[in-house]
């Protein structure tokens, strides 16, 4: 949303804190006086509406948001660059292996920028009725507000347990004056009241959105509220407000819109690769992403693009980043770095997560048959530099390596190996004879894991990126991305069903669902029909016995690796202790069974006007 108000409106929100810090200038400069009656007029209620949206900005895309979301599960541990945060502290070294305390910076970027957000969207429900528009209009505009505001709660409750709905004059109503409580007690009758308004407000929006979202927008429509339905309901059903209708509930709004995709203007995409592809933002997979325009820093509220972790843009262009610059050329005697120049489709090699063993060699154990392993990592990267005889060349075109494919072109510089065998066959060492490729070739054997690599010397810090977030049009390489973020996509729409099917003991039905996600998987463009069907027997599910929750959320590893949703997806259904346990070795000594809650931030609750603080914070920290 290209928002222009957004100070107008944390003004007349929060005059207090902006008065005590602008009063100056604003007396010096006197352009006019804003109150909560803008909000009252058409174009007032429409920028509080635009302010919604941008404020989803600080919770998709930027590296405190990424962090939260991603390391310290069985699919991310931090790499070798982890952030210093304030005072010091490595926010996410503590937060991937779990020495983290309520002070971790990370946390305050979903706590500090959410409830403000609530609190307009409350507002601007209570002066709807007053507000000129004609109701058809007014309907519609307010199935965004509840969506919105449904989306900020279910944020919040995924990590934190329950939080306030009454955030200083009653529960869901508009707050202008100072308040010092801290309305969390009690939590267990909370975290109900916490999902039943998620869920009303999500059931409103599918009633009043329109059906489709415009070709060239993310506005809201009835998908991204069917699918916002889904998972609120599918999360309660796992906690302890759960209501016996919830999986149901789950399945049947997720099968809304599986079963009318022309009504809702929605479809999957036949390349697996396509959904995030450069320029194909907009496709017909994707239900809902947080708007961003592409080059333009200050339509997105980044004040300074090249920052790291600050503000509204993508840090997540270059979070997964390995250090493709200091991969040296084939012979291990050269000092040849081919990639040494940052390019800017590679994005900025900040090292901040890398993947676990799991994600490589288990959830992504097939990476011929399946896909989705190419399409969501960089395995090619061409040069940038014109070093050791290396043509200069900056990254254009090839983006994957596919062994069936011609790859030997002059400027490849290195090619991150599908497997072992593989990289041993094109260097030449099996069987005996001379090099077949000019370029180095990565055995997976010899990616980065955190704890070292094993061939630290040739790869430094090089482990598989995600390719998801590449940003080809952005101005610089060290800058932040500037692509819309995806939020929600038909293809976790599918997974939410199957996941609801499983629950309700229709394993034949969770298999059917999961399976239209394997055919997709199988195809790459080129293929012949034939091919694609034998590549698709290779990794369909053939039994519903195949079907669990573990399998569930190894198929959404493959399908959603890196996508920012892998923490709450394993804390919420009550496995984050036991596959990181298993599967992450940094954060498997230290995680405890609290760790399935975040800590209320430290700086709330010293705002807290309650000497007793320690009751308002989740047990454990």
Not at 94 to 109: E, V
Request: aromatic share 12%.
């Amino acid at each position: 949303m290209k928002n222009k108000l957004f100070l107008i409106i944390l003004l007349a929100l929060i005059p207090d804190l902006f008065f005590v810090s602008c009063n100056k200038k604003l007396e010096e400069r006197p352009f006019t006086v804003f109150s909560t009656e803008y909000f009252k007029t058409p174009s007032g209620f429409q920028s509080g509406i635009n302010a919604l949206y941008s404020g989803l900005r600080f919770l998709y895309g930027p590296e405190g948001a990424v962090g939260l979301s991603t390391v310290g599960t069985d699919e991310y541990t931090y790499a070798e660059q982890p952030r210093n945060g304030a005072g010091g502290t490595q926010d996410y070294l503590t937060l991937g292996n779990y020495t983290l305390d309520a002070s971790n910076g990370a946390l305050l970027t979903p706590w500090n920028r959410s409830f403000n957000n609530i609190n307009l969207a409350n507002g601007l429900i209570e002066f709807a009725p007053v507000v000129p528009i004609p109701d058809a209009q007014k309907n519609s505009m307010l199935g965004e507000i509840r969506f919105l505001r449904a989306l900020y709660y279910l944020n919040l409750v995924q990590y934190f347990g329950a939080v306030p709905l009454d955030l200083g004059s009653g529960e869901l109503k508009f707050n202008q004056t100072a308040f010092q409580g801290f309305n969390r007690l009690p939590t267990d009758q909370l975290l109900v009241k916490n999902y039943q308004a998620i869920i009303d407000d999500a059931r409103f929006a599918a009633e009043n959105l329109p059906d489709k979202r415009p070709a060239n927008a993310f506005k809201l429509s009835k998908a991204a509220a069917f699918h916002l339905l889904a998972k609120a309901y599918l999360f309660r059903g796992y906690s302890a407000a759960a209501q016996s209708t919830d999986f149901q509930n789950a399945y049947n709004a997720a099968m809304e819109i599986i079963n009318n995709q022309a009504k809702y203007g929605v479809a999957l995409q036949q390349n697996f690769a396509d959904i995030f592809r450069v320029g194909n933002d907009y496709n017909s997979e994707i239900l809902f992403s947080v708007e961003r325009v592409p080059g333009n820093f200050g339509a997105n509220e980044v004040g300074t693009p090249n920052s790291i972790g600050a503000g509204k843009g993508v840090d997540a262009h270059n979070d997964f980043c390995g250090d493709y610059t200091a991969v040296r050329a084939p012979l291990n005697t050269s000092t040849a770095q081919p990639c040494r120049t940052r390019a800017i489709p590679y994005g900025r090699p900040i090292r901040r997560f890398c993947p676990t063993p799991y994600t490589i060699f288990t959830a992504f154990a097939d990476k011929i048959n399946d896909s989705r392993y190419e399409g969501t990592f960089r395995t090619v990267y061409k040069t940038t530099s014109n070093e050791g005889g290396f043509t200069t060349n900056m990254p254009a075109g090839q983006t994957s390596f596919n062994i069936e494919g011609p790859t030997a072109v002059a400027d490849t510089a290195f090619v991150l190996a599908l497997t072992n065998q593989i990289a041993d066959s094109l260097n030449g060492i099996s069987p005996p004879g001379p090099r077949l490729k000019p370029y180095r070739v990565i055995a997976p054997r010899e990616f980065y894991f955190s704890g070292g690599s094993i061939d630290p010397v040739v790869t430094r810090n090089m482990y598989p990126s995600i390719r998801k977030f590449e940003d080809h049009n952005n101005l610089d390489a060290n800058n932040q991305g500037t692509r819309p973020f995806p939020v929600f996509r038909l293809g976790e729409t599918y997974l939410l069903a199957a996941e609801a099917a499983h629950r309700l003991g229709n394993n034949t039905e969770a298999m059917n669902l999961i399976n239209v996600l394997k055919q997709r998987a199988a195809f790459r463009p080129g293929l012949s029909t034939a091919e694609v069907t034998n590549r698709y027997n290779a990794i369909r599910v053939t039994s519903p016995s195949q079907i669990t929750l573990d399998f569930i959320l190894d198929e959404r590893t493959r399908e959603m690796c890196g996508e920012c949703t892998r923490w709450p997806d394993l804390a919420v259904r009550g496995k984050l202790i036991e596959r990181v346990r298993m599967y992450n070795s940094d954060a498997a000594p230290r995680i405890q069974a609290h760790h399935v809650l975040r800590p209320i931030p430290r700086s709330q609750l010293d705002n807290v006007n309650d000497p007793d603080k320690a009751k308002y914070q989740n047990p454990g920290y």
